[in-house]
């Protein structure tokens, strides 16, 4: 399995709709994990981080099942400035700080 | 605080030259990463510092890059001879304490070997 894996999509969804983003990883002693938003042409931004089995944070949700090893991330009432890349990230086997970014998701939101 | 600061924003140069790009982290953060981002790799790890000091430099490509942070406030990536392959958005990214508190990243530089 890739240290992270996420479907590249693009997903397109018409305003309003909810979307879901999955996200695997291989290394099951990761404590912490994280989605970034990375719109065209810019840098990544953290959007949340996911600690024990969630996180929710006005519209976005995030799920963790460590069982399975994956992450996920719900949009709900998309909105056209959802449209952007997400990325998802972990820490590697024997991190000592640095992260492992997945080649991220790319979402568009039409009118 | 002005964020993580990258120079030059864009560059252009030709097969052969070298390179030099440059960062100043976000004040007190201890952390310095680079990244290569492209289409077909994404983002990649290419070396990160705690307080100066290489940590792990296993993503550099090959002995064309460098990396060097003389002080806190500055760090700098090195490619010579550039080919065209490197061209990719090359990201400076700090952080207070990793991997739990988030990495604020500079806005890039956008290298295009001919």
């Known amino acids: 399995r890739k240290e992270v894996e996420q479907d590249p999509g693009p997903f397109n969804v018409p305003e309003g709709a909810t979307v879901a983003f999955n996200c695997t990883y291989s290394?099951?002693?990761?404590?912490?994990f994280f989605w970034y938003r990375q719109d065209c042409r810019k840098e990544p931004k953290l959007l949340m981080s996911?600690?024990?089995s969630g996180n929710e944070d006005g519209r976005f949700t995030a799920q963790l099942n460590r069982a399975s090893q994956y992450i996920s991330l719900l949009i709900r009432d998309s909105k056209l400035s959802d449209s952007a890349t997400y990325l998802c990230?972990?820490?590697?086997?024997?991190?000592?700080?640095?992260?492992?970014f997945g080649k991220g998701t790319k979402l568009s939101v039409k009118p | 605080d002005a964020g993580v600061i990258q120079s030059p924003r864009h560059e252009v140069t030709e097969m052969g030259q070298e390179v030099t790009l440059r960062c100043k982290p976000i004040?007190?953060?201890?952390?310095l990463f680079w990244y290569r981002q492209t289409m077909m790799r994404g983002l990649e790890l290419l070396i990160y510092?705690?307080?100066?000091?290489?940590?792990?430099d296993s993503g550099m490509p090959e002995d064309r890059f460098s990396a060097k942070m003389p002080n806190a406030s500055f760090s700098t990536l090195k490619i010579q001879p550039s080919e065209p392959r490197d061209s990719a958005v090359y990201f400076c990214?700090?952080?207070?304490?990793?991997?739990?508190?988030?990495?604020?990243f500079g806005p890039g530089t956008r290298l295009t070997v001919l």
């Open positions: 990214a700090s952080s207070l304490s990793p991997p739990k508190d988030e990495q604020f």
């Open positions: 004040s007190g953060h201890d952390y």
């Open positions: 290394n099951s002693a990761s404590q912490s």
């Open positions: 510092f705690n307080n100066n000091v290489p940590i792990d």
């Open positions: 990230v972990v820490p590697p086997r024997g991190s000592q700080g640095n992260l492992i």
């Open positions: 996911v600690y024990s």
